[in-house]
C-alpha cells in the first residue's frame, strides 16, 4: 500500500478524490465501519492558564487507531467525514467520548471543562442542538463544562445560517470558542457579532513569535481587540518556554501546545495532570501519543 510506505505524510484521503470513485467510497465504507467498531479514540491536550499556571480544561482531539496503517489524525479523515454524510455521527461519537471523560474525571473530583471541535457541517444539522442537550443531560455535565470550537473561516463563511444556532446554543449554557483565529480573512471587527465566549489565535502565528517581532504585534492586537470584546483568549502552537512567557506579556489568558503536553489518551493525561497541572513548562515525553 503506497500511502503506507510514506509513514506519516500518508494520506488515508486525497481531497482531490472524485465523489462516487471506487477509492473513495471503499474508504468511506471504511470509516463507516471505524465509527461502528470504536476505532476512533479521543485524545486530550491541555490548556493551561498563564497567569497561575492551573489547568483551564482540555480539548477533545479525536484519532483513528486504524487496525493497519496506524493512528491516522484527523486531517486526514474529517474533510471524507464531512463530505460523505458521516461528520454528524462522528460528532456524536467525539461528544460522547468526551463528556463522559468529563463526568468520569469529575467523579474524581477533577472539574476539567472540555472543549470539542465541531465542523461547521454538524452544527448546521437542524437536531444539533437538540443532540447536545441530550449528550449533557445524559452524562450529567453542566453545559458551562463544554466549549464547542468552530473554525473562524467555517463560521464566517456561512454566518447567517450559524447565528440562530450559536445562539441557541449559548442560550442553553454551552461555550463557543472560535478556533484557528487569524485566519480565516475575515475583518477583525466581524468577531464581535459572535456569540463566543473564547478566541484561539491560530497556530501560525504562535509558532514564529519567539523570533518574529510583527508576529508578536498582531497577536498582541488579537489580545486586546479580544479583551476588549470581552472574550477570553487561548494561544495554540506553544513550543517553547519563550513564547510562553511572551504570552503571558501579552496578556494572554490561556496556552496551550507541545511545549506544555502533547494530546494524550485520557489515562496518560490523568498522569499529566499528576505531575504537571501545578507546574507547566515540564513538557511531558509522550512519542508514542504523538499525531
Ligand atoms: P485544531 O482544533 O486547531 O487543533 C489544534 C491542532 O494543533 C491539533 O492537531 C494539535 O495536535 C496541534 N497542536 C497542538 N499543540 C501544538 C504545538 O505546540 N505545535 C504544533 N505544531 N501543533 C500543535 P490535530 O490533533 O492533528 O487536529 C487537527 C485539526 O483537526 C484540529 O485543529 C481540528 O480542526 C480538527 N479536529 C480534531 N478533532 C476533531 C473532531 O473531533 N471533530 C472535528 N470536526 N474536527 C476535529
Ligand atoms: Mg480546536
Ligand atoms: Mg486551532
Ligand atoms: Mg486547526
Redesign the pocket.
Known sequence: YAAKEAGRDLRVFDSTLDDGTPRRLALVAELRDALRQSELVVYY?PKVRLDDEEIAGV????RWHHPTRGIV???DF?PLAERSGL?EP??GV?LESSLRQCRAWLDEGKHVPVA????VR?LLDPGFVEQVARVLERTGVAPAMLTL?L?ESSVMSDLPRCMGTLHQLVASGVRISV??FGTGWSSLSQLRHLPASEVKID?SFI?AMATDEHDIAVVGAIVKLAHDLGKRVVA????DKLTWRKLADLGCDVA????LSR?LPPERLAAWMRENALSPGHPVDAPDAA?
Open positions: 491536550q480539548e477533545a482531539l479525536v489524525g484527523p486531517d474529517i461528520i462522528l460528532t467525539v470539542v471541535n465541531i465542523s454538524a470550537e473554525t478556533d484557528d497556530k509558532l495554540e502552537g506553544i513550543e496551550q501546545g507541545f511545549f494530546p499525531v
